[in-house]
C-alpha cells in the first residue's frame, strides 16, 4: 500500500509560480513512477508529468517548458514547480504512484486557481 498527500496549491495571478509537493508513504520498490495529473472543471482528467525512479521525466505539450518535476528519494517526496501559469492551469492536481504491482495510487488532490 501506498499513501500520498500533496500540498501547495492555492490561488495565483497569470504568470505567477507555485510549488506542489506530493509526500508518499508505505511501501515502495523501485522501479516506479509517478506523475502529476489535473483534473479541470468539466472535463477529464489528463497528465501533466513524470518522472520514473531513475530521474526521468516527460510533460505534457500544454506544459513543457513551464513546469518542472523533480523527486527528493530520501523523503519519497515529489514535487511540480510552476512557473508562468495561466488561467487554463486551473485544475485540482493529483499526485499518482505507480509501482511494480501495476496498481494506480492517487492522492486527495490539491486545488490551483489561476486568475487572468
Known amino acids: 500500500q501506498v499513501q500520498l498527500v500533496e500540498s501547495g496549491g492555492g490561488l495565483v495571478q497569470a504568470g505567477g509560480s507555485l510549488r506542489l509537493s506530493c509526500e508518499a508513504s508505505?511501501?515502495?520498490?523501485?522501479?516506479?513512477?509517478m506523475a502529476w495529473y489535473r483534473q479541470a472543471p468539466g472535463k477529464t482528467r489528463e497528465l501533466a508529468g513524470w518522472?520514473?525512479?531513475?530521474?526521468?521525466?516527460n510533460y505534457a505539450d500544454s506544459v513543457k517548458g513551464r513546469f518542472s518535476i523533480s523527486r527528493d528519494s530520501a523523503k519519497k517526496s515529489m514535487f511540480l514547480q510552476m512557473n508562468n501559469l495561466k488561467p487554463e492551469d486551473t485544475a485540482i492536481y493529483y499526485c499518482?504512484?505507480?509501482?511494480?504491482?501495476?496498481?494506480?495510487?492517487w492522492g486527495q488532490g490539491t486545488q490551483v486557481t489561476v486568475s487572468s
Open positions: 499518482n504512484f505507480l509501482g511494480v504491482d501495476q496498481r494506480d495510487y
Open positions: 518522472i520514473t525512479s531513475g530521474g526521468s521525466t
Open positions: 508505505g511501501t515502495i520498490s523501485s522501479p516506479f513512477t
